[in-house]
């Protein structure tokens, strides 16, 4: 098994639907990301969480929201999914500050139509 | 102007060709990642580094903590090297990453 998994790898929607991204690791890092990916523009950061009680906004938070269900889980949602949502979405660990290390999962790919 | 620039953006080589992809950086990091993301879209760490230089089969990555500067080559390239290579930064304080926009490779046989 990966070491960080996301489900679904691949989701088209509705504008106006809830979607829901997971992401869950075996890496035992306490530090979590979520990152959305568009053509010329990077990878930029949504929202991460520390701990199961840290959750902070990353620089496009809006539009977004997330659960730290767990140390091992983290899932983003998209309270009401817009044309401009589409992307493809990473999520990530780390172990900083005892290492740097940083592990991505597969992406999700994310139409919304 | 962005927090870490990569260049070039775009890169076209021969098969066996040297190849350099170059960034800069104007934060304060405890950290600079090399990334890589094939075209089916997952990313795979190529180097983490902090100072001097690493080598990893026909890659290696420096980086010039003074100059804020750190390259990536890739010696005698092959076509499965196809590839956006992406530089990010890992910020001093929170160990957050700063991304580049990335570098798309591609090696003709």
């Known amino acids: 098994d990966a070491d960080v998994t996301q489900t679904p790898r691949n989701r088209i929607t509705k504008t106006g639907k809830r979607i829901m991204l997971e992401c869950s690791q075996t890496?035992?890092?306490?530090?979590m990301y979520w990152y959305r990916q568009d053509p010329g523009l990077g990878l930029r950061l949504i929202y991460y969480s520390f701990d199961v009680k840290d959750i902070n906004k990353g620089e496009i938070s809006d539009g977004y929201s997330v659960s730290r269900q767990a140390q091992a889980k983290f899932s983003l949602s998209l309270e009401s999914a817009i044309p401009n949502q589409t992307a493809l979405y990473f999520c990530?660990?780390?172990?900083?500050?005892?290492?740097?290390?940083?592990?991505f999962g597969s992406g999700t790919r994310l139409t919304v139509v | 102007k962005n927090e870490v620039e990569q260049s070039p953006q775009n890169l076209t080589a021969q098969e066996g060709e040297f190849i350099t992809i170059n960034c800069s950086y104007s934060v304060g990091i405890s950290a600079l990642h090399w990334l890589q993301q094939h075209p089916g879209g997952g990313i795979v760490s190529l180097f983490m580094?902090?100072?001097g230089k690493k080598k990893h089969g026909r890659l290696i990555a420096t980086i010039n903590i003074q100059e804020k500067h750190s390259s990536l080559h890739i010696t005698a390239s092959h076509p499965r090297d196809s590839a956006v290579y992406i530089c990010a930064a890992c910020r001093g304080s929170q160990g957050n990453l700063i991304f580049g926009k990335g570098t798309k490779l591609s090696v003709k046989p």
């Open positions: 990530a660990t780390s172990d900083f500050p005892r290492s740097v290390g940083y592990t």
């Open positions: 890496k035992g890092h306490d530090r």
């Open positions: 580094l902090s100072s």
